[in-house]
């Protein structure tokens, strides 16, 4: 049995380019769409821009030269006589042809053809047609199913697609049911082996319309099965999270209380709550997996910067970790200043260091003096070890791979008590509903749905980039005013590579400071050395620097309150997501703070939709679920960083019922003890459960 499943060797690799590495792959690899071939079309009915199967002898053949060498075939009405010069008749062409096209559409020869109708020179035609050749007499095998048309890659044609496909749904153990009968009743469910016939070779051509649109029943099947997976995969991981050890944080209350008593602000209720589901978890034996989600500007760090603490209390080490060095060292300043006056040791790393410095920070990390270690991807070098990892922040978590947070994670290994470290990650690009139900579910999720108070709203202009001056004319008289501003563009430099002139930040450098004299226009780009980032920083925000020219390396982070104006060159070229976070970096104050989003001319209808959003909100749960809309969760999450299994035929906003059904339904199985689960996963992931578990 096992040797008659095998693929064609010659085919393998160009198989596996499309995740087909065994037979039984076919019956997963859906088509795209159908071909009628069933519904015969007389030669007097036929219509331009119709696919038609058309039967017919061949009256003319021959190659020809001119324009371009190429094969012509002409076919007329099987039952025509030829006597009438008005009588129909179909052109074939083929232009790029081989011998055994010449030989079977010879003159004489009766043939049955599908194709796309076009006006031709000489009446109707069909470019390139599928054809089959009446041998000795006997009937024209007629196609009695709609003909699949299968994602594939070169050197694999649909033939040889079907032929594998159909090969496949001969092995009946392949088809097995694995859901109990109450689950497929209770949610009306084809079986699978309707499904996959259905899908494979349909039968009913009225349904060509829903299989396409894949609203079908079967389609509703291999949805479900697909979000089960999912959230039985996601499951699986946090139980096995729950069989791994933490340490019981046993905070001793004394720093705390100081903390909080020099703060210049008041937790919000939001963050209160935050703080309190925080330090639950820590006094847990079992690894916290907490998401702390909050709009930009809503107070995440001070929530994570007291689970620390509460930490450092109880004598274990915090890891603190963010995808930019720009982004760490706001971090370290931050916590630097709130911790000042207490008898905390914060180190830091970062690639920038020197190498005695990285060495020394490495050292004190793994004797244990490091009680808070803040830095970007230099946290995950091997050489740092800690001797007793409590906790790992991770800010803008989904900036960083799995396989990143896996090696954090496992450097709690390397203590003497081999715990798995608590882990608490931040993100302020709120996650919608269906992508938490889908992505999310095997996280704890913390909101902090309040601003804090004093905060006033951010007005939007949309600006056509020809105004660019009149921008800088009011910026100038701001700046002059006391007022900061912020001005983003997406290039540092000049490309040859980009396809239309984008203003750049060098450039736009140069025309500021001629354009406001007595204003200090600087400039600041992730090329830059770590100290002259951190020098025009702080210029900045001590208001030495009024207008501050930069890349997205201000995306994220960035607090300055006196900062209440923001220019996003090429807003276009940007995301909902980045959008959102540099509107973000103003109206951090009590002043009114305006971000003015300039745009080319020539605008996408993906820009234009995006823009459109991005004007009409400022919420950012709405605008992460528009986004989530215009891109999906592949390309907003990416299956790199989202290390949870993938979704390839279903979409969480439009099936949002389904995903529901799914999480249901996947309580229910739990306590099934005649549900195969292994098999069931076995036949939708592959591999996949390891990331899950970061």
């Given at each position: 049995?096992?040797?008659?499943?095998?693929?064609?060797?010659?085919?393998?690799?160009?198989?596996?380019?499309?995740?087909?590495?065994?037979?039984?792959?076919?019956?997963?690899?859906?088509?795209?769409?159908?071909?009628?071939?069933?519904?015969?079309?007389?030669?007097?009915?036929?219509?331009?821009?119709?696919?038609?199967?058309?039967?017919?002898?061949?009256?003319?053949?021959?190659?020809?030269?001119?324009?371009?060498?190429?094969?012509?075939?002409?076919?007329?009405?099987?039952?025509?006589?030829?006597?009438?010069?008005?009588?129909?008749?179909?052109?074939?062409?083929?232009?790029?042809?081989?011998?055994?096209?010449?030989?079977?559409?010879?003159?004489?020869?009766?043939?049955?053809?599908?194709?796309?109708?076009?006006?031709?020179?000489?009446?109707?035609?069909?470019?390139?047609?599928?054809?089959?050749?009446?041998?000795?007499?006997?009937?024209?095998?007629?196609?009695?199913?709609?003909?699949?048309?299968?994602?594939?890659?070169?050197?694999?044609?649909?033939?040889?697609?079907?032929?594998?496909?159909?090969?496949?749904?001969?092995?009946?153990?392949?088809?097995?049911?694995?859901?109990?009968?109450?689950?497929?009743?209770?949610?009306?469910?084809?079986?699978?082996?309707?499904?996959?016939?259905?899908?494979?070779?349909?039968?009913?051509?009225?349904?060509?319309?829903?299989?396409?649109?894949?609203?079908?029943?079967?389609?509703?099947?291999?949805?479900?099965?697909?979000?089960?997976?999912?959230?039985?995969?996601?499951?699986?991981?946090?139980?096995?999270?729950?069989?791994?050890?933490?340490?019981?944080?046993?905070?001793?209350?004394?720093?705390?209380?100081?903390?909080?008593?020099?703060?210049?602000?008041?937790?919000?209720?939001?963050?209160?709550?935050?703080?309190?589901?925080?330090?639950?978890?820590?006094?847990?034996?079992?690894?916290?997996?907490?998401?702390?989600?909050?709009?930009?500007?809503?107070?995440?760090?001070?929530?994570?910067?007291?689970?620390?603490?509460?930490?450092?209390?109880?004598?274990?080490?915090?890891?603190?970790?963010?995808?930019?060095?720009?982004?760490?060292?706001?971090?370290?300043?931050?916590?630097?200043?709130?911790?000042?006056?207490?008898?905390?040791?914060?180190?830091?790393?970062?690639?920038s260091l020197t190498t005695s410095e990285l060495k020394a920070a490495q050292a004190e990390c793994k004797r244990g003096e490091a009680q808070i270690a803040i830095g970007t991807?230099?946290?995950?070098?091997?050489?740092?070890?800690?001797?007793?990892l409590g906790l790992v922040v991770v800010d803008e978590q989904h900036r960083f791979g799995v396989e990143q947070r896996l090696q954090l994670r496992q450097r709690g290994a390397?203590?003497?008590?081999?715990?798995?470290?608590?882990?608490?990650?931040?993100?302020?690009?709120?996650?919608?509903?269906?992508?938490?139900?889908?992505?999310?579910?095997?996280?704890?999720?913390?909101?902090?749905?309040?601003?804090?108070?004093?905060?006033?709203?951010?007005?939007?202009?949309?600006?056509?980039?020809?105004?660019?001056?009149?921008?800088?004319?009011?910026?100038?008289?701001?700046?002059?005013?006391?007022?900061?501003?912020?001005?983003?563009?997406?290039?540092?430099?000049?490309?040859?590579?980009?396809?239309?002139?984008?203003?750049?930040?060098?450039?736009?450098?140069?025309?500021?400071?001629?354009?406001?004299?007595?204003?200090?226009?600087?400039?600041?780009?992730?090329?830059?050395?770590?100290?002259?980032?951190?020098?025009?920083?702080?210029?900045?925000?001590?208001?030495?620097?009024?207008?501050?020219?930069?890349?997205?390396?201000?995306?994220?982070?960035?607090?300055?309150?006196?900062?209440?104006?923001?220019?996003?060159?090429?807003?276009?070229?940007?995301?909902?997501?980045?959008?959102?976070?540099?509107?973000?970096?103003?109206?951090?104050?009590?002043?009114?703070?305006?971000?003015?989003?300039?745009?080319?001319?020539?605008?996408?209808?993906?820009?234009?939709?995006?823009?459109?959003?991005?004007?009409?909100?400022?919420?950012?749960?709405?605008?992460?679920?528009?986004?989530?809309?215009?891109?999906?969760?592949?390309?907003?999450?990416?299956?790199?960083?989202?290390?949870?299994?993938?979704?390839?035929?279903?979409?969480?906003?439009?099936?949002?019922?389904?995903?529901?059904?799914?999480?249901?339904?996947?309580?229910?199985?739990?306590?099934?003890?005649?549900?195969?689960?292994?098999?069931?996963?076995?036949?939708?992931?592959?591999?996949?459960?390891?990331?899950?578990?970061?």
């Amino acid at each position: 049995m096992e040797e008659q499943t095998y693929l064609p060797p010659a085919l393998r690799p160009k198989l596996a380019k499309l995740g087909i590495h065994h037979l039984r792959d076919f019956l997963l690899h859906f088509p795209l769409r159908y071909e009628d071939q069933t519904r015969e079309v007389a030669l007097k009915d036929l219509m331009v821009g119709e696919s038609v199967v058309v039967e017919g002898v061949v009256e003319f053949a021959e190659t020809q030269f001119r324009p371009r060498r190429q094969f012509v075939a002409l076919v007329r009405a099987a039952d025509d006589d030829g006597l009438s010069h008005f009588t129909p008749r179909l052109t074939l062409r083929y232009f790029n042809f081989y011998p055994n096209i010449v030989k079977a559409l010879t003159v004489g020869n009766s043939i049955r053809v599908y194709g796309e109708l076009r006006e031709g020179r000489n009446g109707l035609e069909i470019v390139h047609p599928l054809f089959k050749k009446k041998e000795d007499n006997a009937q024209l095998n007629r196609a009695t199913t709609l003909t699949a048309v299968y994602p594939s890659s070169a050197g694999v044609p649909q033939a040889a697609m079907r032929t594998l496909a159909a090969k496949a749904l001969k092995v009946r153990e392949w088809q097995t049911e694995l859901l109990p009968e109450a689950t497929r009743a209770s949610q009306q469910l084809f079986s699978w082996g309707e499904t996959l016939t259905a899908l494979h070779q349909p039968t009913d051509v009225s349904a060509l319309a829903s299989l396409e649109m894949r609203t079908h029943p079967a389609w509703r099947r291999v949805k479900f099965d697909e979000l089960l997976a999912q959230q039985l995969a996601l499951r699986d991981a946090k139980a096995l999270r729950a069989l791994e050890r933490a340490p019981q944080v046993k905070p001793s209350n004394l720093l705390t209380p100081l903390l909080m008593q020099q703060l210049p602000f008041t937790l919000t209720p939001a963050q209160s709550r935050a703080v309190a589901d925080a330090i639950s978890d820590l006094a847990r034996a079992v690894p916290m997996t907490r998401l702390l989600q909050g709009d930009v500007g809503s107070g995440k760090t001070i929530v994570a910067a007291l689970a620390a603490l509460a930490c450092v209390e109880a004598g274990y080490q915090v890891a603190f970790m963010a995808p930019t060095e720009l982004l760490a060292e706001q971090h370290y300043r931050k916590l630097s200043h709130w911790l000042r006056d207490l008898p905390v040791k914060l180190t830091w790393l970062a690639g920038s260091l020197t190498t005695s410095e990285l060495k020394a920070a490495q050292a004190e990390c793994k004797r244990g003096e490091a009680q808070i270690a803040i830095g970007t991807h230099a946290l995950f070098q091997k050489k740092v070890g800690f001797a007793r990892l409590g906790l790992v922040v991770v800010d803008e978590q989904h900036r960083f791979g799995v396989e990143q947070r896996l090696q954090l994670r496992q450097r709690g290994a390397s203590s003497d008590e081999a715990f798995a470290p608590h882990t608490l990650m931040l993100s302020a690009t709120p996650i919608p509903r269906s992508l938490a139900m889908s992505y999310y579910a095997d996280l704890d999720v913390s909101v902090i749905d309040e601003l804090p108070g004093g905060r006033q709203p951010i007005t939007t202009k949309l600006v056509s980039e020809t105004r660019r001056a009149e921008i800088a004319e009011r910026i100038y008289r701001a700046a002059q005013n006391g007022e900061q501003a912020y001005w983003v563009c997406p290039l540092i430099e000049e490309s040859d590579k980009m396809e239309i002139e984008l203003q750049n930040a060098s450039a736009l450098y140069a025309d500021l400071v001629t354009a406001m004299p007595n204003v200090r226009v600087a400039l600041l780009h992730g090329r830059m050395r770590a100290d002259e980032k951190a020098e025009i920083m702080q210029a900045f925000i001590e208001n030495k620097v009024q207008v501050l020219v930069a890349t997205t390396v201000i995306e994220v982070g960035v607090d300055v309150p006196n900062a209440s104006w923001m220019v996003i060159e090429h807003a276009e070229r940007f995301g909902l997501a980045q959008l959102h976070q540099l509107r973000g970096r103003v109206g951090r104050g009590s002043a009114a703070s305006t971000c003015i989003l300039l745009f080319a001319d020539k605008l996408s209808d993906t820009a234009k939709q995006r823009l459109k959003v991005i004007y009409e909100n400022i919420d950012g749960f709405v605008i992460a679920r528009e986004d989530l809309r215009i891109r999906g969760p592949g390309e907003l999450l990416g299956s790199r960083q989202s290390g949870v299994p993938g979704l390839r035929y279903a979409n969480i906003e439009e099936d949002i019922d389904l995903v529901e059904a799914a999480r249901n339904i996947a309580n229910q199985l739990d306590h099934d003890p005649h549900f195969d689960r292994a098999a069931f996963l076995a036949r939708w992931i592959q591999n996949r459960t390891e990331f899950a578990k970061a």
